[in-house]
């Protein structure tokens, strides 16, 4: 919802740099001239991160393990991805647009289309009006989306661990044989305890190649789909 709403704002914006922030006002608009200082001096893509947050110990914590993950598979650097107090230039804005992504992180997306981005620290304050937007399911899936969505780190990943369990296996069936016909031991539990052992550990593997590609694929269904995003209720706009 947050995210298509924004696309479809960014869609309309007329203006040279674009501010956006969260509607619950934890992070306070006072802080937006910070942002345009940035701007100001040349970066086209400014993001906020929070000063002495005030989160929850288990949001904070899980927030940097998340983002040592993004760090280690993507070329995304951010501090803070929670931090929606945001400033744009008019061409990352039109870069965001063109690309038509449909699921994926804005910040991200917009770090990948920047050519001189930056971060400043924005004050952070309890939450003043309604509740957390992100469960912890959505933050999980917030972060498979950077992930499958800015590389495919994980598709290599996969294929290197892939070539590696089936290396391993067949080591194993090898040490099973010369046991059995070099060594005579093994008599009894030879057979089938092997062979099933090693048939479920490769089953895995091929599980979880099925799940990653499962993943790209659809990302491929849905910017093909392209299909109405969102409908506009009404537009707010001054006009000259």
Do not use: W
Not at 3 to 22: K, P, S
Not at 180 to 192: K, P, Y
């Amino acid at each position: 919802g947050q995210h298509m709403a924004i696309m479809a704002a960014f869609e309309r914006v007329r203006g040279n740099i674009i501010v956006t922030l969260d509607a619950d006002l934890q992070n306070p608009p006072e802080e937006i001239p910070k942002l345009l200082a940035q701007i100001d001096a040349g970066h086209d893509c400014v993001g906020g991160f929070r000063l002495h947050r005030q989160d929850s110990f288990f949001r904070t914590y899980a927030s940097k393990v998340i983002n040592f993950v993004r760090r280690k598979t993507t070329s995304i650097v951010m501090t803070d991805q929670g931090c929606m107090l945001r400033a744009y230039s008019r061409a990352v804005i039109d870069a965001i647009v063109r690309s038509g992504a449909i699921n994926t992180f804005i910040p991200a997306l917009a770090y990948s289309f920047a050519s001189n981005p930056t971060e400043v620290g924005v004050k952070h304050e309890e939450r003043h009006a309604g509740a957390s937007n992100y469960s912890f399911y959505q933050l999980v899936r917030l972060n498979f989306d950077l992930i499958t969505g800015f590389s495919l780190a994980p598709l290599q990943y996969f294929t290197m661990f892939a070539g590696l369990a089936s290396v391993g296996s067949l080591a194993l069936v090898v040490v099973l044989l010369i046991r059995r016909f070099c060594f005579n031991l093994d008599r009894e539990t030879f057979g089938v305890f092997t062979l099933f052992a090693i048939l479920f550990f490769l089953l895995s593997v091929a599980m979880i190649g099925i799940g990653l590609i499962g993943e790209y694929v659809g990302r491929t269904y849905q910017v093909v789909r392209a299909r109405q995003r969102y409908f506009v209720k009404e537009v707010f706009e001054a006009k000259e």
